[in-house]
């Protein structure tokens, strides 16, 4: 699944390539994929212009000059490209926004995954998920004390926490395993357990990493790429995640995978200790 950064990426190459354009017409190929009836959401966006494109954690909200919003989770799979009008779709292509500059946003999924709600600005909190969603990974959202009041209430093991996105937003599997690794800390250390200096110390990974990951352009393990087709780059800085056997660069112990709250998770047996509850 697109994580935060890779989000971000398509944001900004998207923010490139079609803000400021406006909807002739849409094409939607797979209704199940909106949340409401496809005249609706055609009439909803048909001859409105995209102002602009914001993100918050995993979604991406369009923002029209009608007081409406398109938010978008690309889920497991999901994928925006633009191609010249008129030419062949992929196979997996399910919503087809027709531009007014003869070019086509295509949202593509084959997981079919992925879903669009359309909503009023400012109604973002009545989307399940959205609505409940955590503070962003950066200096100013995630301070200290936010971190050590919901740490201490969670009282759970700290990887699912941090994949919970009402805790923190935009966190998955990779990057939790890397700020696990960076901050030295077993995945299934108890969260209120967590020393003050530990916190701080995962809080400022986690800030640094998913600034650097944003930096690299995200990370491709299996199929994401940007707005432009193009893979991310940051695969080739992951220091823990999909290394499993191979030697921490660290201590020189081998990594270990195992699952914690049903999701593969590898860390290093030394430098990650398991302390007792």
Not at 21 to 46: C, E, G, H, R
Not at 95 to 108: A, G, P, T
Request: glycine share 8%; aromatic share 8%.
């Amino acid at each position: 699944m697109p994580e935060l950064p890779e989000v971000e990426t398509v944001r900004r190459g998207l923010t490139q390539l079609v803000q400021g354009t406006s909807i002739k017409s849409i094409d939607v190929l797979y209704p199940k994929m909106i949340n409401v009836d496809t005249k609706s959401f055609q009439d909803a966006l048909t001859n409105q212009t995209i102002d602009r494109i914001d993100r918050r954690g995993k979604y991406l909200l369009f923002r029209f000059n009608n007081d409406m919003t398109l938010v978008s989770h690309l889920r497991m799979e999901g994928k925006y490209d633009v191609e010249p009008d008129g030419t062949e779709p992929s196979k997996h292509t399910h919503v087809i926004f027709h531009l007014d500059d003869n070019r086509e946003l295509r949202y593509k999924d084959s997981r079919k995954f992925g879903r669009m709600y359309l909503i009023k600005n400012g109604e973002e909190k009545t989307l399940s998920g959205l609505g409940t969603i955590g503070p962003e990974p950066t200096e100013d959202d995630l301070t200290f004390n936010y971190m050590k009041q919901v740490m201490n209430k969670s009282r759970g093991k700290i990887k699912p926490f941090l994949l919970n996105q009402s805790h923190i937003a935009g966190l998955g599997n990779i990057y939790c395993d890397e700020v696990l690794w960076m901050s030295k800390i077993h995945p299934e250390t108890i969260t209120n357990t967590i020393s003050d200096d530990k916190i701080e110390t995962l809080r400022q990974n986690i800030i640094k990493e998913i600034k650097m990951a944003i930096k690299g352009h995200g990370t491709t393990v299996h199929s994401y790429s940007n707005a432009y087709g193009e893979a991310g780059q940051f695969q080739n800085h992951l220091h823990v995640y999909g290394k499993q056997g191979e030697p921490c660069e660290r201590c020189g112990t081998l990594f270990k995978k195992i699952k914690v709250a049903q999701r593969g998770t590898t860390y290093c047996p030394n430098c990650q200790k398991k302390v007792a509850d």
